[in-house]
């Protein structure tokens, strides 16, 4: 009501406007899967947790346990390389 009173025909094309973006969304129909709550809640609150431990520091070298990352394509065709890097994470090497 305020966009009328204060300029009217703009209120006008605004309006023809949002209508028009609506009926070409409505009758185009695009085939878009967005995923559903469930999916975006997780998200959410992965993206949360990451941000808190980007966050949180420990001053403390005790505390400090390596991560790796191997990139060994298929892992059954090293097996080796994947059993070996097994072992250091726990407790056995470094």
């Known amino acids: 009501v305020i966009m ?3 300029s009217w025909y703009i ?3 605004s309006i023809f406007l949002a209508g028009a973006l609506y009926y070409y969304i ?3 129909d695009p ?3 967005w995923g559903s709550a469930n999916q975006a ?4 609150d992965v993206e949360k947790a990451m ?7 420990t001053d403390n070298d005790k505390l400090y346990r390596p991560h790796y990352l191997i ?6 065709d090293r097996l080796h390389l994947c059993q ?3 072992s250091l994470r726990k407790g056995y090497g470094i």
């Not at 809640?41 to 959410?44: A, G, I, K, V």
């Not at 941000?51 to 520091?57: D, L, T």
């Not at 990139?71 to 059954?76: A, C, L, R, S, V």
């Open 4 to 6: 009328f009173l204060t």
């Open 31 to 33: 085939n878009v899967n």
């Open 26 to 28: 409505h009758f185009r």
């Open 71 to 76: 990139m060994t394509g298929e892992p059954k």
């Open 51 to 57: 941000m808190r431990m980007r966050n949180h520091r």
């Open 11 to 13: 209120a006008l094309a």
């Open 84 to 86: 070996f890097i097994a």
């Open 41 to 44: 809640r997780e998200f959410y």
